[in-house]
Nanobody, 117 residues
Framework: QVQVVESGGGLVQAGGSLRLSCVVSGRDFEWKAMGWYRQPPGKGRELVAS??????????DSVKGRFTISTVSRDNAQNTMYLQMTSLRPEDTAHYYCYAGQFRTYWGQGTQVTVSA
């Protein structure tokens, strides 16, 4: 069974930085794509950044140059993904969700990021 657990959210002032972590665990789970979505208050979920196993990254225009996605693979039992967020803005305030995809997509419960003006 695959488990996805996020951490690292919190309250930060505008201009500050945060690093979100996502631990994906599951025996022999070879992910094909991992990434982050976010859901601002009262809005729908939107893609923030994604990464394929081949190393191809994709970012939302609103975060390009400010956010960086990366992974550290310990083995096929556990992979950790990071989202380094810099120059945070109040409009980055949202619940951030991590996902990992193979033949289906697995989601975490999310972590809240709040950026104060």
């Amino acid at each position: 069974q695959v488990q996805v657990v996020e951490s690292g959210g919190g309250l930060v002032q505008a201009g500050g930085s945060l690093r979100l972590s996502c631990v994906v665990s599951g025996r022999d789970f070879e992910w094909k794509a991992m990434g982050w979505y976010r859901q601002p208050p009262g809005k729908g979920r939107e893609l923030v950044a994604s990464l394929t196993r081949d190393g191809i990254t994709n970012y939302a225009d609103s975060v390009k140059g400010r956010f960086t996605i990366s992974t550290v693979s310990r083995d096929n039992a556990q992979n950790t993904m990071y989202l380094q967020m810099t120059s945070l803005r109040p409009e980055d305030t949202a619940h951030y969700y991590c996902y990992a995809g193979q033949f289906r997509t697995y989601w975490g419960q999310g972590t809240q990021v709040t950026v104060s003006a």
